[in-house]
């Protein structure tokens, strides 16, 4: 099943710069090992904005939960999933 999925990372301005490098890149490692395993199809920015709109695929909405809240950042993300159907011009 496929779902587009919208989040916007907000992170404590407290955090320091050390434990933001970290936190990134522990980001980039976990969503490389979810676009291995193919949960992670494609990723977008928003221009201007910490947001990122992503074309993922799991099983289901349980499977898509534990992917996406896997993520290091995801304590401080605002996340929004629409599941997506196939459009009957697609069949």
């Known amino acids: 099943m496929e779902f587009l999925v919208r989040f916007e990372t907000r992170l ?3 955090m320091g710069d ?4 970290e936190l ?7 969503a490389m090992r979810l ?3 193919g ?12 947001a990122v709109v992503g074309l993922w695929e799991a099983p289901d909405a349980t499977a898509l939960h534990a ?4 993520l290091p950042q995801f304590p401080w993300m605002d996340v929004t999933v629409e599941p997506l159907a196939t459009h009957p011009q697609e069949t």
């Open 12 to 14: 404590p301005d407290a």
């Open 18 to 21: 050390a434990e933001r490098k």
């Open 24 to 30: 990134r890149e522990a980001e980039r490692a976990r």
């Open 35 to 37: 676009r291995a395993d």
């Open 39 to 50: 949960l992670l199809k494609r990723l977008w920015r928003v221009p201007g904005r910490r």
């Open 67 to 70: 992917a996406l809240s896997s």
